[in-house]
């Protein structure tokens, strides 16, 4: 709402012209002249009664004052009266006025100059007045009169009642001819303003007179309606237009050659809502000028709102009412234009799906609207947020001088810092600290680029933990092509048979062989790539699926020939285990056939650490299908010892960083003896892994480590040479702990 703006009203000489029609300026005129012979006789009466003899004049003195003022007041009445019924009035009052003027000027035709002044003036009067009604009205009554009466002239003949008639005829008839034109003309064009007024004030849409000036001279009621006032007549209508400028070049455009103009401008009046409208300005002109504009104001506003927020849907978020990724690139491609220093920050929500999973997504948007509102706080005025999808949010940072880097880096930290603190939600306080990935803008960036190194970035920060930042260098960059090499490399040896397989021993307390983990092999360009590093790549470009079947398949065909008390261990990503892995499992072991109890699912602690309930469901659905479980790598993550008790597994890995502090770090001593003790009391194998030394392998035995895996007995080898170990008749024979223990090679002894 604002205040009304000051009115600057007009003066009436502004208005005049519109407020009088053609009879009531006749009726003025009629007044005018009315007054002015009262004067002249006055004067001449005067004049006589100061000189003349003997008669007393004082009293038709008097009536010619009375005369005088009436016609004044008749007159100033006219001028004032501004709708037509009390104009009508007036007109009534002047017809009374000519009948008593008439029948005075006769009733003292003998006083001079009444007797030629007079019914002259009467008789031109009515007739012009009122056309052929004005004949009948009075110039018919004064010749009746005038015949029945003895008429003198000023010397003092008779004149003879045809004489009148004909004085009366050639007086009244002309009058009323020129009346009727002039009248027919003033009445049609008194009927196209009357149509005009109807149309102009009944009209829905607010409508206007306007001086060329810009003031308004008359509004009609739904304009007064549209601006919430009572009184517009007088007021500059600019002073309504919420940007003046619009309307007043939308007016000035006008001339006698361009006599419309269209254009939309907001108008805000006293107490009510902004509006916005369509002008349609017609511009009235004479000679070449405008001299009034009629101006017809539509309200759009409705329309306005919609087209607004379509704009808005466009360029916006619909959940957190940040703009939306065309809005973060036409200002990235503007920022890059004008060759200035921008940075890219790529926001994303650390573990955001779990909430997701495990809230639903109801309370992920309510996540997601509260951390909008939070990096929102940490912009400075030129800086942009824009959400891209999920959780993923993109900061356009402008620096203000050359050290952006820092200022860039700044800004990352506080947007760390301020996602820190867990949110109050509906559901909770909920944690969703961020992981921030820094691109700074150099010669040659693209939005594409600025966008993918920030992004690159953000992955580096998660991978390094998340929550925290990140910025985007050449190191990075590096590991962005060597992944994306690897990622290509990899997928043409799926397409084109596949990678091969490692298998590396487990050993029972007695030194027997009870299992074998298959690892993955993959020699690129004749360079053996790391499995972890391979296993990272494909999780992260979804290859993660195909390569785990791969190793599935392969090594479930691989083990068919394997003696029957041999296990063989998988490892499993946790990426593998979507909806589909069970069915696509079942179906697999279909196939297959391995021997019951063969398989042992190894899942590293990054699996239990999500949904754990779902987790549950999963693996006993997964149990049901005949096959072992492990958890691999146990002690690194962050899988609380109490999961254990509720996850169907049967074998747990203790990761070898455990073992490779013994026997001498008592911290690791204590762990590796709990862990295997709480194991034993769940009734799970616990399994040694990395075992390098025998001094290492004889603590974990002696802390309960009822399997062990290392190089000390095993390195990982091919499976050929894996079937070189399987011993040529079973069943084997029982070897002494100690000599199995010390010498890697106990099978090749025996057999
Ligand atoms: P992991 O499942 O814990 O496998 C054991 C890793 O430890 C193997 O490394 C093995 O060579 C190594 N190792 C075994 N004994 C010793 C020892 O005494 N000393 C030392 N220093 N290392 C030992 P590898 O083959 O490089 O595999 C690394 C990781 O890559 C695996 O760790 C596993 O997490 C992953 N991986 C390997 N193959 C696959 C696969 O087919 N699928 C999935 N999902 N992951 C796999
Ligand atoms: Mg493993
Ligand atoms: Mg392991």
Known sequence: MRTLPNLHLARPRDLADDRLDPQSRAAAAYAVGRFAIALIALVMLSVRTATGPGQDLVPVLLVHVAFALSALVAGLV?????????????????????????LYSLAFSSVPGAGTLWPVFVLLAGPLLWGWRGVLMTGVPTGVIASLLPQRDELGQASTAWEVWLLVLLLTVPAAVVSTFVRRGSLRLARAEEHFRTAFDDASSGMALLHRDGRILRANPALHALLGVEQLTGARLADFATDEQVLLTGL?????????????????????????????????CTDGQVRRVILQAEDITERRRLQDRLAFEATHDSLTGLPNQRVL??????????????????????????????????????????????????????????????????????PSDDDGAAQANQLAQRVVLALRPAHSTLDGMLSATGSVGVALSNGDATVGTLIRDADTAMYAAKAAGGNRAMVFNDQLRLDVVRRHEIESGLRDALDAGGPSLAYQPIIDEAGRIVAAEALLRWTHKGVPIDPAEVVVVAEQSALIGDLGWFVLRRALQESATWPADVRLHVNVSAHQLDDGFHDALAALLQETRPLPGRLCLELTETAVRDDIDGLVTKLQQLRALGIRLAIDDFGVGNASLTYLARLPVQDLKIDRSFISGLPDDAGNVAIVAGVAAMARAYGMQIIAEGVETRAQDLTAVRLGCTQRQGYLHHRPMTHDALQRLWPLEPPLVAVPRARAVADGSVFRAVR
């Open 78 to 102: 006219v001028l004032a009266a501004d709708d037509a019924a009390r104009a009508r009035w007036v007109h009534g009052l002047v017809l009374a006025d000519v009948m008593a003027f008439a």
């Open 252 to 284: 000035a455009g006008l001339s006698s050659e361009h006599r419309a103009s269209r254009f939309e401008v907001g108008l805000q009046g006293a107490d009510v809502e902004p509006r916005w409208v369509s002008v349609v300005a017609s511009a009235i």
């Open 329 to 398: 690139h036409d200002a990235l491609c503007e920022a890059l234009a004008e060759h200035r220093p921008v940075a890219v920050l790529f926001v994303d929500l650390d573990r955001f799906k779990l909430v997701n999973d495990s809230l639903g997504h109801a309370a992920g948007d309510r996540l997601l609207v509260a951390v909008s509102h939070r990096l929102q706080a940490c912009l400075r005025a030129e800086d942009l947020v824009a959400r891209l999808g999920g959780d993923e949010f993109v900061i356009l940072c402008r």
